[in-house]
């Protein structure tokens, strides 16, 4: 009896310090007092990439918390806390303790090797690593070799400190592909910056061996759990493509032959094939009026991995955005004198919406387009609609002062942010831009930009057919 109740004795000891099947994880972060936290895995879009969350709650007064959950298998985690987030590596049934003392870092545990490592190269945390050389002026040259210099560091702190350790396969696999994924988007998103942002550059003004950096680019195994590879690879294939069709070939023709380098480029790797095109599919359903190329993507995806659960994901998303399309949106909101204007008093003009915000630079560098194009449909039964989200009443009418802007202005709270983000998809990002005809009726969730050479066509096309109908 004595020696059955030492045992029970011991095991209850031994389950205080640890939870069978379970990995841990405490934390003592001293710059994080009494601070939400929430440690999550996996964040796709299946999950509108939110994450799964493993554990959530707040630390103390210290920045001290503890934590228990399970996993299945090695892979990434992140901790996000206070306005931060940490990218952790973490294996199945492993305990890791991550404390803060005087503005240094440490780890103790299982996988302390691993983020000891992640943390040294800031791979832990990507966004506190400058991506640019410089972002005032465009330097090909500077650019590349600061990058080339910033991957060469970190494979050398990786040669000297775990290459020789016992660190898994799957771990060198995300290694791989956050170091080479990191560097060659960068790399590849740095002349954009200058395009499309600044507008202080032309694609024919990058110089041609620019891209030659992609000759290095090497695919990695199906299971990587590195996201930033995925998105590097996603780049890659786009500039595959683009090489093959050339800058100024329709979406159309680009996305038939991305789809097409992806069943030759991954063909044996069916996770990432699978990943890569339903990310594409689903640019399209959010993106463009491409319907009946969606519509093909999404049957070949099935037919290809019935089981797949981006399948079902993707026709949801497919019948949202068809239920919507030709529906008639009601929605009343004040411009900046305070009065309310309802969707409806704008029936009888093709209504061209520009959703933004004073805190996207894309929005407001696009703004000089707008202007010239609300200049070219001047005098003809065209709304140029702005709706503001996002910002204060404040911010939204001294923008509006500050840069004379002309158009319609709404201005669209929180309470409203529901509605347009389930009939015109707000969620996925600024800008995005949308066209009413003169019925009231939605044409477009995914409308051309204002600098787009479609946008001018595409409006004359909608005031042409309005004026036949109402010519009979």
Known sequence: ??????????????????????????????????????????????NAYRGEVLAQGKSDIHGTFSVSFSITSPQPLLLFIGNQFFKIWFTPEAS??????????????????ENKFLFDTRLMQPYTVNPVATSTHFEPDSQITYLSQLEKERWDQYRNTIAHQNVSPIFQSFVTGEINGFTFLQKNQYPQRFIYMTKTLRIEDIPENYYDFWQGFQLLDDATPSDIYHQSLQAFIEFKAKSKVGHSADMNELYQTEFALMDSLLKGRPLTLQRQKAEAIRFLIQYTDLNELSQKAIH?????????????FLEKEWRKKTKTMLSSPSFQLRDSQGNLVASKDLKGKVVYIDFWGSWCQPCIALIPSSEKLQQKFKNQPVVFLFINFHDSKEKWLKTLQQRQLTGLHLKAEKENEAYFQEVFGIGEGFPRYALLDREGKLQSTAAPRPDSPEIVPLLEQFIKAEQKLSDK
């Open 1 to 46: 009896m004595i020696k059955i109740l030492a045992i029970t004795q011991f095991l209850l000891l031994l389950s205080s310090v640890m939870i069978w099947g379970k990995s841990t994880f405490s934390a003592q972060l001293a710059s994080f007092p009494s601070a939400e936290y929430r440690l999550v895995y996996q964040q796709n879009m299946l």
């Open 300 to 312: 070949t995806l099935y037919n290809d991995f019935p089981s797949s659960s981006y399948v079902v």
């Open 96 to 113: 890791l303790h991550f404390k803060e003392a005087e503005g240094r870092f440490e780890f103790n545990g299982t996988n302390a090797l």
